[in-house]
């Protein structure tokens, strides 16, 4: 429970989504609660992306509400991070860590206010915290793939949000990189953030995260990942083409060729 | 320089010059933002669907004063993002393909309009055709006061937005969740770019005015990693490019002045690809050069090390005198692309190894390391086998590609790597210590 009595940090209600005359998302119920991490699965095209779109309020549903802290409408500034998926961002883009970092801090600002010096320091704290300190000026072109995910983590830090939400954060990485990354997600939910974050990797559910949702146009099944994730249900959601192995409650996929 | 007075004694002149320079500056400002937001062409198709907005403000109007023009450009160029838009969103068309329809068929429908007026002999038509080259020269006063106060708002809406502009620029997604106003900002700079595209239209014309946007923008990021900084460089290309071209233009046998300030623009383009900081040809090459350098001194230090090695020498073995190699049996044995003269002048230079000359002309020479020479070659010899053996155990290269691989990457290992696969064959002694090669030699 959050510090204002709220139980649900997020909460969706019959939410459908379309494009073109194609329903991606149809009557999606789900809810966060604050606090807690929630996992979001399903087979590409599933709708995982466009349900944080919808969050976010860049895509609106044609049916269905979405409460972010109990309010619909735009969320209130600076109360949402956003980390989109890795090939939507100019990677190539002339900024430097401290740079991006910095953007976080727009969030509660007018635009006629300039950078403080609190907003610079809010931003080198929040650097410091990912342990990114030492490529702090350096572009972020630069960076690997783990590092640059930490900065993007690093600006919804700075910006001090209740909320993120992460579309594919560990694709791509590496296992120390994925390891790092899910360890500094799992310290900021202590602190009592609500976490959203897509993933193709079921192994890393349990561990890290309380609850999952799994997405395949609706929702085919959700609630603690131990208890969920179970070969029929994982077939369920991601077709035939899957064979799903449990040993120990451990979930792993591998995908026929 | 006796042309200065003379170029800036003429108030006609002025004028045009001002106009020129302050239109560049203001395209170099927005296209920067333009094309980091990846618009680069969207410049080109709204240069092209401005022709028609001006042709009928002149059949509405009569006159060729600046300001009807303009408003006809951005009104048509308003039409033409309108048309693209409702394109890409009720059919299964493209962005690039309706882009591509939507330039030519404003464009064709520009030029029959221009035609017609050019036809229809009414008064004071002539010269509208310099909206399709662009003629500077042709810049009046009047003109000169509306570039000037269009670039200057275009460039304080840069500066009051600039933060906005950065994240809508760099990640659009993460802005909309941080509760910014994305999608009208992008409406915001594509407007900006219709009018910064429209007011130079009678300098530099319809056909070449993207160019001036893009290419100060291009030409300033060979320099810097830095948004500010871009944005002040591009601002600064395209005032040159503006003013160069104008003055070459003036003096020249009437050329069109649009031509000559892109090709200005252009060659301050090729300097900066050529000799910028941040990723410039020259600075490739050197780059190159001084990596493929050290290669081969690290390869022929390698060399003289394994010879060392056959002869008795090097790890655990008792002090083995360093003997004189003849420099033919270096060559046959050394690795990589073999060694030049400049490689061994080096060595020696740096007093890594001494070069005995027999005392025939023309005869062998011999090649000893010094002891400063040893214990660089081993030091060399030790990273190329650490990580010759990590390629073998813990990546499963196979075999007889380990030495090639290696030689790829070892010459750029870092120390704390280094160290790291010491620690990983607990070969971590008190003297450094060479584990044997992982392949016959």
């Given at each position: 429970m959050s510090s204002n009595g709220l139980v649900n940090c997020i909460e969706v209600e019959g939410v459908t989504v379309s494009f073109d005359g194609r329903t991606?998302?149809?009557?999606i119920h789900w809810s966060v609660p604050c606090g807690s991490a929630a996992g979001i699965i399903g087979p590409n095209g599933g709708g995982k992306s466009t349900l944080l779109r919808t969050l976010i309020g860049t895509v609106r549903p044609d049916k269905g509400t979405v409460r972010i802290m109990g309010r619909t409408g735009r969320p209130s500034p600076g109360l949402l991070s956003y980390v989109p998926q890795n090939e939507e961002i100019a990677w190539h883009f002339p900024v430097s860590v401290f740079d991006v970092v910095l953007q976080g801090r727009l969030g509660k600002k007018k635009w006629w206010e300039r950078i403080s010096p609190e907003d610079r320091e809010a931003a080198m704290a929040a650097i410091r915290r990912v342990r990114l300190e030492e490529h702090?000026?350096?572009?972020?072109?630069?960076?690997?793939g783990g590092q640059r995910q930490r900065a993007l983590l690093a600006r919804a830090v700075a910006q001090d949000a209740q909320i993120i939400l992460l579309d594919e954060p560990a694709t791509g990485l590496d296992a120390t990189a994925q390891h790092d990354l899910l360890e500094i997600l799992d310290e900021m939910r202590d602190e009592g953030k609500t976490i959203v974050a897509t993933t193709h990797d079921l192994d890393c559910l349990t561990d890290h995260f309380d609850s999952v949702l799994c997405l395949r146009g609706r929702v085919v099944c959700q609630g603690v990942p131990r208890e969920t994730l179970t070969p029929e249900t994982l077939s369920l959601v991601f077709g035939r083409h899957v064979a799903v192995f449990t040993e120990q409650g451990e979930v792993t996929m591998i995908e026929h060729t | 320089m006796e042309w200065v007075p003379i170029l800036l004694g003429d108030a006609n002149v002025r004028w045009v010059l001002a106009g020129t320079l302050l239109l560049g500056i203001s395209s170099g400002v927005l296209g920067t933002f333009a094309m980091l937001r990846r618009r680069s062409l969207m410049g080109d198709v709204l240069a092209h669907t401005a022709l028609p907005g001006v042709a009928v403000a002149f059949l509405l109007t009569q006159t060729k004063s600046v300001l009807p023009l303009l408003a006809g450009a951005v009104v048509a160029g308003l039409i033409g993002t309108w048309c693209i838009d409702v394109v890409t969103r009720n059919s299964r068309i493209k962005e690039d393909t309706a882009q591509a329809m939507v330039l030519s068929v404003f464009f064709g429908l520009g030029i029959v309009l221009l035609t017609y007026i050019a036809q229809s002999g009414?008064?004071?038509?002539?010269?509208?055709?310099?909206?399709?080259?662009?003629?500077?020269?042709?810049?009046?006063g009047s003109d000169v006061r509306v570039i000037a106060a269009a670039a200057a708002v275009l460039t304080l809406l840069i500066v009051l937005f600039y933060k906005e502009f950065k994240v809508l620029t760099f990640d659009p997604g993460f802005g909309a969740g941080m509760g910014l106003n994305i999608r009208g900002l992008d409406r915001l700079l594509m407007l900006m770019v219709v009018v910064g595209v429209s007011i130079g239209l009678q300098a530099v014309g319809v056909v070449l005015m993207a160019a001036l946007l893009v290419t100060p923008a291009a030409a300033a990021r060979y320099w810097t990693d830095r948004l500010g900084v871009m944005l002040v460089l591009a601002g600064a290309f395209g005032g040159l490019a503006g003013a160069a071209g104008t003055v070459i233009s003036l003096f020249g046998p009437r050329l069109a002045t649009g031509p000559l300030i892109v090709l200005s623009a252009t060659a301050v383009f090729l300097a900066s690809l050529a000799l910028g900081l941040r990723g410039g040809l020259v600075q490739k090459a050197w780059r190159h050069l001084r990596v493929r350098r050290r290669v081969a001194l690290e390869n022929l230090l390698r060399t003289l090390y394994e010879a060392y090695e056959r002869a008795g020498g090097g790890q655990g073995a008792s002090r083995v005198p360093l003997q004189p190699i003849p420099e033919t049996r270096v060559r046959q044995e050394g690795t990589g692309s073999g060694i030049s003269r400049g490689t061994l002048r080096t060595l020696e230079r740096r007093g890594l190894v001494n070069v005995h000359r027999s005392g025939v002309p023309g005869g062998e020479r011999f090649i000893v390391l010094t002891a400063q020479g040893l214990s660089q070659a081993q030091a060399v010899t030790r990273r190329h086998r650490l990580w010759e053996m990590y390629l073998m155990y813990e990546a499963d290269f196979r075999f007889d590609h380990v030495d090639r691989d290696a030689d790829d990457i070892e010459h750029h290992l870092p120390p704390e790597v280094v160290a790291e696969l010491e620690r990983r064959w607990q070969r971590e002694r008190a003297e450094p210590a060479v584990p044997p090669s992982v392949h016959p030699l």
């Open positions: 991606v998302l149809q009557d702090a000026f350096r572009p972020i072109g630069d960076l690997s | 009414a008064a004071g038509q002539s010269g509208l055709n310099r909206f399709l080259f662009g003629q500077a020269a042709s810049l009046v």
